[in-house]
Each structure stands twice: as C-alpha cells, then as structure tokens.
C-alpha cells in the first residue's frame, strides 16, 4: 500500500486553517451537520443547543474516569459516547461512514507536563509534597485528579482498531487521532517528546494505511 509521500498530509490541526478549538469541519447535509473536534472539549452544555453535531476524541488530560461512566451506542457504523444528544465521543479504534468518507479515530496521548512526579491523593504525605512542588513550579499531575493512566490506549483498543483497519483493507479518507505517528513527532519536535506504544502504533498506521488527511492535536504548536 502507498503511504504518505508529504508532511503537509500529516495536519497539527494549523489554526490558520482551523478554530482554536482544533476542529475539523467535515461537509454533511444541512439538516446533520458535523464538527470533528481533536480534542475533548469541556464545554458541552454549553454545545448542546447548536445547530451541529459536535464530535471529538479523547486526549490525555479527559477524566476517565467519568469518561466510562457514559453509556456507549453506534452511529454511522462506529461506537460513540453520547456526552449530550448533539455531543458524541468518538472512540477508540472505530471507523465512521459520514457522507460517504470513512473515518478512522484513535485518541489518546501521553501526558509530557508530568515530568516532576505523579501524586497519589492518598498518600499520607500528599498536601505535603503538593506544597512543594506548587511552590517549586513543578510539573506534576495526581492520579485520578488530573492524570488518568487511561490517556493511552489498553490492548483490547488496539486490537479493535487493528481489526476494524483489517475490514477497511486498510484504506481511509480520515484519520483522526489526539498525537501523531513516532516519525513525524521527531520530525518536529527534534526528539522532545518521547515515544510511547501509541505513537509507535500510529507510526503502523502511517505505514500500511491508506488515506487523503491525517489531523491530530495534542502539541500546542502552530507548525
């Protein structure tokens, strides 16, 4: 299978092209109209009464814990969360059929503003160390509080996204995911961010899959 010949197909989501939302607008029928969004967006009550379908997937800093608490269903052959009527999870490993143009989604991310330590709100000496690491400027994150170790994929999601890339031949119009393949985060970051399991396994998809446009969030960058 051919694979991506150019950088630009790999998209950060440029905000000359896109809102700072980091949205995709994806053409849909006026009565079902659709916006992609790269990253989970915390404002959905405040979405619940527009005009469109506000889709997203996950990225690294959500609540998983109250992620799965949402009940799961499928809508345009994919498993989504309903956040709200018109706010949909797209989840992970999932491919979508929206106006005739598969839709292949892979959230998730790993955190990089975790390097000075992760606090467990448990531990006896919890205010104390979060004393000094506030008063260090540290960058740290407390689990089940701001940091969930569910930011990356489990192995079931990769199989499921394996499987459902399998029936696709492999062959998509969209890919949307949070981060982005290993070889193009070095190409940018110069080694900055760290490899993971997710990153290599979207480096996978970079080279057996087939697709129009790759759009991802996660780096803060306008590259």
Request: charged fraction near 25%.
């Amino acid at each position: 299978m051919s694979r991506p010949t150019t950088y630009q197909r790999f998209s950060p989501c440029p905000w000359t092209r896109l809102s700072p939302l980091a949205t995709l607008n994806i053409p849909l029928p006026a009565d079902h109209r659709a916006v992609i969004a790269v990253t989970l967006i915390m404002v959905a009550g405040d979405l619940r009464d527009r005009s469109f379908t506000t889709l997203f997937v996950s990225g690294n800093h959500e609540n998983y814990d109250l992620l799965r608490s949402y009940p799961t269903s499928v809508w345009h052959g994919g498993h989504v969360q309903p956040i709200r009527p018109s706010v949909l999870h797209l989840m992970r490993g999932q491919l979508y059929e929206i106006c005739g143009k598969k839709i292949f989604t892979m959230g998730g991310a790993s955190s990089h503003d975790i390097r000075d330590g992760l606090l467990e709100p448990d531990d006896p000496n919890y205010e104390r160390m979060l004393r000094q690491l506030n008063a260090a400027g540290a960058l740290y994150r407390v689990n089940h509080r701001s940091w969930w170790k569910e930011e990356l994929p489990g192995v079931d999601e990769y199989r499921i996204a394996r499987e459902a890339l399998d029936k696709t031949g492999w062959d998509v119009d969209y890919i949307i995911t949070h981060c982005c393949p290993s070889s193009i985060q070095d190409t940018f970051s110069g080694g900055l961010f760290q490899r993971d399991a997710l990153t290599d396994f979207l480096d996978e998809v970079r080279e057996r899959c087939r697709f129009q446009y790759w759009f991802f969030g996660h780096y803060h960058e306008n590259m």
